[in-house]
């Protein structure tokens, strides 16, 4: 009975703050519709107009496969980004796979920096592992080994505006990666575990081809 009357509380209290706050708000919106419709237009031709450019970046993770190049293109829409490109590891130049980034900004134009979080995924269909001290670098074949291994990431960025289209972008993140060639992977190659938790570290410079 106590937890009856207590939802019924909430629910006049929800009911009296709809109808006494909500409700002429509602009713003045309604007049001045125009204005305020003028005013959205005005904010979506400015603060979230679509954009488009290029990103350059390093990134180090602590899945073992080095340091990896990812150039991409992307697309930015209101506070959104999406970028998709190829991921190169940095030590042989080795086309690995791909790698791809969605953004959100959670603060903008202050100081000319953009605070955001972001989610990144990583596909990698060939990568060489890292050579570590601790073990061989070559399978029981004598040859370097392919991983096929998926890592993600979530995490928070900082973009600065450096000079006129030009971006510093930093950011940091935590996720996993899986290892995608399963027992074979365990039994020729136990350098690392199959998969685990990681850290995500990226360092590039964004341009903007419309500002």
Same mark, same amino acid.
């Given at each position: 009975m106590k937890n *009856?009357? *207590?939802f019924l509380y909430i629910a006049i209290l929800f009911?009296? $703050?709809f109808s006494v706050l909500i409700l002429p708000t509602m009713a003045q919106a309604t007049v001045s /519709?125009?204005?305020i419709k003028?005013?959205?237009d005005t904010l979506r031709s400015t603060q *979230?107009?679509?954009n488009y450019g290029i990103n350059i970046a390093g990134a180090y993770t602590g899945s073992a496969l080095g340091l990896n +190049?990812?150039?991409?293109? $992307? $697309?930015t829409f209101r506070k959104n980004l999406i970028a998709l490109g190829p991921n190169i590891q940095r030590e042989r130049f080795n086309l690995s796979g791909i790698?791809? $980034? #969605?953004?959100? %900004? +959670?603060?903008?134009n202050l100081s000319k920096m953009n605070i955001y979080y972001h989610i990144n995924l990583m596909y990698h269909l060939s990568a060489d592992l890292k050579p570590s001290s601790s073990g061989p670098n070559t399978n029981i074949n004598g040859t370097a080994p392919k991983q096929n291994t998926i890592e993600n990431y979530l995490g928070f960025g900082l973009r600065k505006n450096?000079? /006129?289209? #030009?971006? +510093? %972008?930093t950011s940091f993140g935590v996720g996993t990666y899986y290892t995608i060639n399963g027992q074979d992977y365990i039994n020729n190659f136990p350098l690392r575990p199959e998969s685990d938790f990681s850290l995500l570290i990226k360092l590039g410079i964004t341009y903007d081809f419309k500002k």
């Amino acid at each position: 009975m106590k937890n *009856f009357n *207590f939802f019924l509380y909430i629910a006049i209290l929800f009911t009296s $703050y709809f109808s006494v706050l909500i409700l002429p708000t509602m009713a003045q919106a309604t007049v001045s /519709e125009a204005p305020i419709k003028n005013q959205v237009d005005t904010l979506r031709s400015t603060q *979230f107009n679509t954009n488009y450019g290029i990103n350059i970046a390093g990134a180090y993770t602590g899945s073992a496969l080095g340091l990896n +190049l990812n150039p991409s293109i $992307y $697309y930015t829409f209101r506070k959104n980004l999406i970028a998709l490109g190829p991921n190169i590891q940095r030590e042989r130049f080795n086309l690995s796979g791909i790698q791809g $980034y #969605f953004q959100h %900004d +959670l603060a903008s134009n202050l100081s000319k920096m953009n605070i955001y979080y972001h989610i990144n995924l990583m596909y990698h269909l060939s990568a060489d592992l890292k050579p570590s001290s601790s073990g061989p670098n070559t399978n029981i074949n004598g040859t370097a080994p392919k991983q096929n291994t998926i890592e993600n990431y979530l995490g928070f960025g900082l973009r600065k505006n450096m000079h /006129e289209q #030009f971006y +510093l %972008d930093t950011s940091f993140g935590v996720g996993t990666y899986y290892t995608i060639n399963g027992q074979d992977y365990i039994n020729n190659f136990p350098l690392r575990p199959e998969s685990d938790f990681s850290l995500l570290i990226k360092l590039g410079i964004t341009y903007d081809f419309k500002k």
